[in-house]
């Protein structure tokens, strides 16, 4: 018997079982629509947090800070600066030291000068604002909605007496547009037990949330060198060189791994190092972690439905019996009866598998309500489908079929033909 005529046989089969087959079905759906869902959501996830962590630095990024033994107290006099939080800090010998590294091209300290600066006086109102103040990042993205950020030989994109100043401050600023700000020149007041300093820095550009708004910080951006000048004029004698953390950027993506390898051979087990990879890669973790938890219960769910299959499919063998025995004894292979039956379980897998995964892809229609309520940028997709992945779900769903086929159609060949035709 021709393979196109068993399959035909096979949908005349579940045409005279229709509600059995549908319930059987759905059944199956019911998994597929889950793991389909998964996947989408991993796909949109780990697109959305790529795009998050690949603003906030690059591949060549290296992040550096000074290892402490929780076990050990440190002792007087014979350890580094210890910040308020117990970190262990790093200074400009550090720095002086990394900087001498193969491929490495730029060291940039952290500085955080958010707690020096009281105030930002605008030239359009002359208002005295408190502000948030952001140090630009190496490698660090912005989504700019008025002026320009060249280049700079060092890699960076905004150089020293400069900043960036987000939109959502314009109008406490007096600018009406974002090109208004693009120009003027702002005051940054810092105070410390170290003195006073007032930064004029030029605006040169206004940056605004993106896709990847998570990341994104209103304030005013200014540059490393800025941030270390004016920790320098305000805190305390000797403690102006001290940092948390130091980001090294090496001459070359590929190059990163080499240096990080560099940086902790140089501290002799002082430093602690980790590329810009890797906290992607750990980060990417946490999606894949609640993808797989889904993608667990989804196969939870096509575990159970192939219980359902079994039975349907020996519920058909039984109620088929004299048939069986009929067309044995008209010359049909049992070979071809095993097909049969497996066939018409593939034919429920698809079914299933359509119909799970076309709803979980329809899901994907709310990518515009969901980005809505999330707040996120116009045109960001939080579920994701993938043509290949739903067509391979569809494939599975029909192999699973025919696995969970196997004994009812097993026992549809052993029948006798003349005790299947006596059978009542």
Known sequence: MRRIDIIRRAGQGLRQAKMRTALTALAMSVGAFTI???????NGGRAF??????SAGSASTVYVTHTRDEMKLPEYGKNKAISETGAVMLNDDDVAKLSKLKHVKAVRPYVNVTQAVRYVESPANHKRL???INVKNEGKSSKIVAGTLPKTD???DLTPGHAIL???YLADFGFATAQDAVGKTITLHAEGPGGTHDAQLKVVAVETAGMTSMSYQPGVTITTDDAMLINHKTKAPGT???YFSVVVRADRDEHAAAVKDAVVKLGGGDYQAQTFTEAKEGLLSIINGVQ???LAFGALALLASMFGIINTMYISVLERTQQIGLMKALGMRSRDVGKLFRYEAALIGIIGGVIGAGGASLLSLLNPWIVEKLKFEKGMQVLLPEAWQMIALVVLLAILGIIASYVPSRKATKLDPIE???AE
């Open 36 to 42: 389909g869902l998964a996947l989408m959501l991993g």
């Open 49 to 54: 947090l790529t795009s998050v962590i690949e």
């Open 130 to 132: 408190i502000a948030s």
């Open 154 to 156: 060092d890699g960076t």
């Open 166 to 168: 987000a939109q959502e």
């Open 240 to 242: 102006a060189n001290q």
């Open 292 to 294: 797989y938890g889904l």
């Open 420 to 422: 299947a035709l006596r």
